[in-house]
């Protein structure tokens, strides 16, 4: 089974930074999307930011200039850089992947979420 482990998370000022990471274990052959999400407690949950196997990244208007989402392939890791913390980026955050297994098999895998707290 592919695994997607997330660090990174914690208590931050407002205006502070974070890199949030997503390591991924297990039998990978490729990729097709790899995307960022967060939860509010009480709201649906939103999708941060996302990058394909070409290398384009798409992110959410409230973080648009903010974040930046980034892959390590040799790593098998994908990060997520914030900057400019804001309270309202207070959420937990999930790493989710999608692709196929070296067993040919479709994927599709969720990190086990990482809070972030920005907070004064």
């Known amino acids: 089974q592919v695994q997607l482990v997330e660090s990174g998370g914690g208590l931050v000022q407002p205006g502070g930074s974070l890199r949030l990471s997503c390591a991924a274990s297990?039998?990978?052959?490729?990729?097709?999307?790899i995307n960022w999400y967060r939860q509010v407690p009480g709201k649906e949950r939103e999708l941060v930011a996302s990058i394909i196997t070409g290398g384009s990244s798409v992110y959410g208007d409230p973080v648009k200039g903010r974040f930046t989402i980034s892959r390590d392939n040799a790593k098998n890791t994908v990060y997520l850089q914030m900057n400019s913390l804001k309270p309202e980026d207070t959420a937990v955050y999930y790493c989710?992947?999608?692709?196929?297994?070296?067993?040919?098999?479709?994927?599709?895998?969720w990190g086990q979420g990482t809070q972030v707290t920005v907070s004064s």
């Open positions: 989710n992947v999608d692709g196929k297994s070296t067993y040919g098999l479709r994927f599709n895998a």
């Open positions: 297990g039998s990978i052959a490729s990729i097709n999307y």
